[in-house]
């Protein structure tokens, strides 16, 4: 019995949290393309949380004698149509183009999450909520947001509902799975025996127990939410010019991509640099946070 | 704790059942079938005693424990703690009663949620129940890590820095947090090393002796029982098929089934033979129980009258109940020789051991 006590005290502290941060952290770094990611994905949010005074130019301003110039030391991506400043409406774009991102992500993720484990713990809403994903996950998210923008009018806030339409039903069936696993756990039970409330239960017992795997497949989405958001505006449901976001910009070069290719390809570069960065944290993500390949 | 009278058992089990039904369809759910998985069980467990109930896996038994705690809604039948009726409680009124009854379980590993620290989880029953504040739950929960054999050091640390014994121990830690009367120990010990499971019974039995806990121990190992248990009762697909004090059981199984599990257990000495009552098949589906006795299936003295009629528990002694048709014309097994290798070399090894051990230990 006493070799059972001896304190075996392998184990430091910080690295036990929800969310030890300096573990995770290190964990990360030890993965160089994630950090890389990491690095861009933070001066990119940084540069669109500050763009008032990171830009070098006003977005809006329009300068005819400087129409459609190509890349220069004066204009680092060039000039549009209209002789805008495309790295300045490239950061405030980006700022609008992340805040769908984040929306997609924080409000879908949310409302999934909720549903998902609300639809393991009481079996008898299961049935229900797991028919309203289905039907869900049946629409395309292009086409709801096509219906969206059919009813309340084309804007930002249109391809938000859309993005949060489109992430809820898969969150819900990835909160859902991990739910269940945790559901079936004895510690669930544990705790009903001991008395525990169903509230305490579904939030110290399940949702934390969940949430870490919820994340990363949040992480994962985000690069795809981007992407549909962009699609979105490009096909002209999100915002309205002379707004700046990134899908839109690249629709709007389109009709001058043989005489300056620079219009469209840069914002459209752009948005392939924040999905590649965002999966490829995503990934890394995921491989902390799986216990199975942690060693 | 005291507050009913010693008389009145802890536990009275009464006619409990559970059918789990199966249904299909995806708008208009019928049901097509029912999983007899508890049929008619009864049986009480006095204050400060142990019942075992033992059985293959399946046959019922950690439903039967559920049902007490009523973690599971039973289907019909009554469970009275301390002579209160639990499946009457309202939702609030289970809740307080759940300190007096608790559980220990099979899988050390999963039973402890791994987002809480040690101390948290030992806090969880007094902080539902509303026992003292934190200081006082914290205090407590050094004394039930001390109590069960581990530091009190340990209560900041997460359940994934334990080994399987010191999470079993945490476990039980947790089970006696708000002083309960009944736990129910579902196969507490079956997935620890041989080492630590003669640990963790030792320190039920203790436990026990100290605080007068009484206990459902469910098990399939009937070496452990042995160990642990007063009175031990023996389930076959939903039903209880014999009751009885320990030493009438092992001594004198009467039912045929009861019979079987007996002659399974290895058995430390390798002269003692014994007739091996070999079970045919495997355990029938609890979907469609067998007609009659549910056992006549693969029992070697079945009779045409097994399949037709269900046999009740009947008494065979004052607290030996057994269920079986023919349990008084069914020869007792039998040790067939003590012969063979007790004659060579082992006997002289024997000896020879145990004279090397008498001369260790004088007196």
Known sequence: ?295 | MSDAPSNVPVLQVDGLVKHFAVTRGLIRRKTIGLVRAVEDVSFEIARGETLALVGESGCGKSTTGRLILRLMEPTSGSVRFKGKEIADLDKDALRRMRRHMQIIFQDPYASLNPRMTVGEILAEPLRVHEIGDDASRAARGRELLDIVGLLPEHARRYPHQFSGGQRQRIGIARALAANPDLIVCDEPVSALDVSIQAQIVNLLQNLQQRFGLSYLFIAHDLAVVKHISDRVAVMYLGKLVEISDKKTLYDRPLHPYTQALLAAIPKPDPALRTKRVMLQGDVPSPFRPPTGCRFHTRCPHAQARCSAEEPLLREAAPGHRVACHFFETIPAPTILARAGLANGKFAARLAAFEAAKTARTPG
Not at chain 1, 1 to 9: H, I, K, R, V, Y
Request: charged share 15%.
């Open chain 1, 1 to 295: 019995m006493s070799a059972e006590t001896l304190d075996t005290g392998f184990a430091r502290e910080s690295e036990t949290g929800v969310f030890a941060r300096a573990g995770v952290l290190r964990r990360l770094a030890r993965d160089r393309a994630a950090a890389l990611a990491g690095l861009v994905l933070s001066g990119i949010v940084l540069a669109a949380l500050f763009a008032p005074w990171v830009a070098p130019y006003d977005p809006y301003f329009t300068d005819l004698t400087k129409v459609m110039r190509p890349p220069d030391a004066e204009h680092w991506f060039g000039t549009d149509n209209t002789g805008r400043d495309i790295l300045s409406r490239v950061i405030f774009g980006t700022r609008n183009t992340l805040i769908l991102g984040l929306v997609g992500v924080i409000v879908g993720g949310l409302i999934g999450g909720i549903m998902g484990i609300f639809a393991t713990y009481y079996r008898r809403l299961d049935g229900w909520i797991m028919r309203l994903v289905d039907i869900m996950l049946a629409f395309p998210a292009i086409l709801i947001g096509l219906a969206v923008a059919a009813i309340f009018g084309a804007g930002l806030s249109a391809v938000a509902i859309a993005l949060v339409v489109a992430t809820v039903p898969a969150v819900a069936r990835e909160a859902r799975g991990a739910a269940m696993g945790v559901m079936g756990q004895d510690f669930m039970e544990a705790g009903r025996a001991v008395g525990v409330s169903d509230g305490a239960l579904i939030w110290r017992y399940l949702t934390l127990n969940c949430i870490s795997t919820i994340f990363v497949f949040l992480t994962l989405r985000f690069g795809q939410i981007i992407l549909t958001g962009s699609a979105l505006g490009f096909l002209g449901m999100g915002a309205q010019p002379p707004t700046a976001e990134l899908g839109m910009m690249a629709a709007q070069g389109r009709d001058f991509l043989f005489m300056a290719p620079h219009i469209a390809t840069i914002p459209s570069c752009v948005i392939f640099v924040i999905v590649l960065a965002a999966n490829l944290l995503g990934d890394a993500f995921r491989d902390v946070f799986d216990p199975r390949l942690q060693t």
